[in-house]
T-cell receptor, first 112, second 115 residues
Framework: SQQGEEDPQALSIQEGENATMNCSYK?????LQWYRQNSGRGLVHLIL?????REKHSGRLRVTLDTSKKSSSLLITASRAADTASYFC????????????FGKGMKLTVNP | EAEVAQSPRYKITEKSQAVAFWCDPI?????LYWYRQILGQGPELLVQ????????DSQLPKDRFSAERLKGVDSTLKIQPAELGDSAMYLC?????????????FGPGTRLTVL
């Protein structure tokens, strides 16, 4: 079963604009991660935020976590055509066997 | 840079046939995962290994799917017999003991088409 749910399911923007993706989840977590998947390829880890963190930055990525609302957002600033991909949030649930539960994903298209 | 290797990259088979996928994790990574990803969905865990032992196979359809990691290094996922609904991307991922926050490294996947 999938815990995370990304919103919107698809987003199309112009190069240079910012892209924001949201993720909601259901159970208490140890951490939340974001992954990127280019068409037909494997997933690439982008960033991880622990349950006791509220905001984290990595290059052009900014992720926030609100455990009271069970939600996270991923912001990509100054987007590039190469950012075109599907983005997934994944949660590592508390008390679990260290497995990740992925959302359905969000398709981002950055137009040059 | 170390990578997770998978083969084959693509597999086309007819229903009722047997198929097998292979994964070689990053050297030294004790934890290995097999995921199935249906088109338009996120990956779903099929089986998790810690060294050669199965930690979680609760979502593995055991009547037709089997997985092994005999020496705690590379792993094989088998489907016998394949069904039309098995068409999907099969992803392997690994995690080392140093990755205490469960960051996983994924291989390129095997795209299975069952005709």
């Amino acid at each position: 079963s999938q815990q995370g749910e990304e919103d919107p399911q698809a987003l199309s923007i112009q190069e240079g604009e910012n892209a924001t993706m949201n993720c909601s989840y259901k159970t208490s977590i140890n951490n939340l991660q974001w992954y990127r998947q280019n068409s037909g390829r494997g997933l690439v880890h982008l960033i991880l935020i622990r349950s006791n963190e509220r905001e984290k930055h990595s290059g052009r990525l900014r992720v926030t976590l609100d455990t009271s609302k069970k939600s996270s957002s991923l912001l990509i600033t100054a987007s590039r055509a190469a950012d075109t991909a599907s983005y997934f949030c994944a949660t590592d649930a508390q008390g679990g066997s260290e497995k990740l539960v992925f959302g359905k994903g969000m398709k981002l298209t950055v137009n040059p | 840079e170390a990578e997770v290797a998978q083969s084959p990259r693509y597999k086309i088979t007819e229903k009722s046939q047997a198929v097998a996928f292979w994964c070689d994790p990053i050297s030294g990574h004790a934890t290995l995962y097999w995921y199935r990803q249906i088109l338009g969905q996120g990956p779903e865990l099929l089986v998790q290994f810690q060294d050669e032992s199965v930690v979680d196979d609760s979502q593995l359809p055991k009547d037709r799917f089997s997985a092994e990691r005999l020496k705690g290094v590379d792993s094989t996922l088998k489907i016998q017999p394949a069904e039309l609904g098995d068409s999907a991307m099969y992803l392997c991922a690994s995690r080392g003991p140093a990755d205490s926050y469960n960051e996983q490294f994924f291989g390129p996947g095997t795209r299975l088409t069952v005709l």
